[in-house]
């Protein structure tokens, strides 16, 4: 199985910051990463696959980037509505396997 | 518009056994792979089964192998989750969500409480 490991386990940002969040592979996924919000009380919500797609309707300033076992999301400016929980997740074995979590929190 | 909606989660023993439904709504049905993902309280994500659209690939969790089912039944869009034997750790928000890769389309989860 395959382990993904987020870090920090929690960051504190202030509005119009930018933030960036990182997703290690215990073994290579190659591009097949997803990254995830979710908000308390709600669903995961898909923000980018393939390491660097946005899903649809996700904002620019969301991207992400990597390869092999080392990813990043990066927020260029936190909006209100961003301060949530992300998860990355690896689809390229199965199980597929989730990160444990980064809350992005107001600083 | 994609809904999936899931019904069928309760307080059960440990032990016991529920079955889960996600109704799909808003596309083929057929055509797509679906999968279980749970998430227990205050804790992350953990996927737990993958079915293809015929049913003839499956792949569960090691943590519930052996005694979750997934199955589904693409003349009523609706995929299911059968759940024995229980345990308290099985405590989780399940979800269901469309697509082999990444997970695009989401319901809004079912409570499964395992407490005696």
């Known amino acids: 199985e395959i382990v993904m490991t987020q870090s920090p386990a929690t960051l504190s940002v202030s509005p119009g910051e930018r933030a960036t969040l990182s997703c290690r592979a215990s073994q290579s996924v190659s591009n097949n990463l997803a990254w995830y919000q979710q908000k308390p009380g709600q669903a995961p919500r898909l923000l980018i696959y393939?390491?660097?797609t946005r899903a649809t309707g996700i904002p620019a300033r969301f991207s992400g980037s990597g390869s092999g076992t080392e990813f990043t999301l990066t927020i260029s400016s936190l909006q209100s509505e961003d301060f949530a929980l992300y998860y990355c997740?690896?689809?390229?074995?199965?199980?597929?396997?989730f990160g444990q979590g980064t809350k992005v929190e107001i600083k | 518009e994609v809904q999936l909606a899931e019904s069928g989660g309760d307080l059960v023993q440990p032990g016991g056994s529920l079955r889960l439904s996600c109704a799909a709504s808003?596309?083929?049905?057929?055509?797509?792979?679906m999968n279980w993902v749970r998430q227990a309280p205050g804790k992350g994500l953990e996927w737990v089964s993958y079915?293809?659209?015929?049913?003839?690939?499956?792949y569960y969790a090691d943590s519930v192998k052996g005694r979750f089912t997934i199955s589904r039944d693409n003349a009523k869009n609706s995929l299911y989750l059968q759940m024995n034997s229980l345990r308290d750790e099985d405590t989780a928000v399940y979800y269901c969500?469309?697509?082999?890769?990444?997970?695009?389309?989401w319901g809004q989860g079912t409570l499964v409480t395992v407490s005696s």
């Open positions: 079915t293809s659209t015929s049913s003839s690939t499956i």
């Open positions: 393939d390491t660097s």
């Open positions: 997740q690896q689809y390229n074995n199965w199980p597929r396997t």
């Open positions: 969500a469309r697509d082999a890769y990444y997970y695009a389309y």
């Open positions: 808003g596309f083929t049905f057929s055509t797509y792979t």
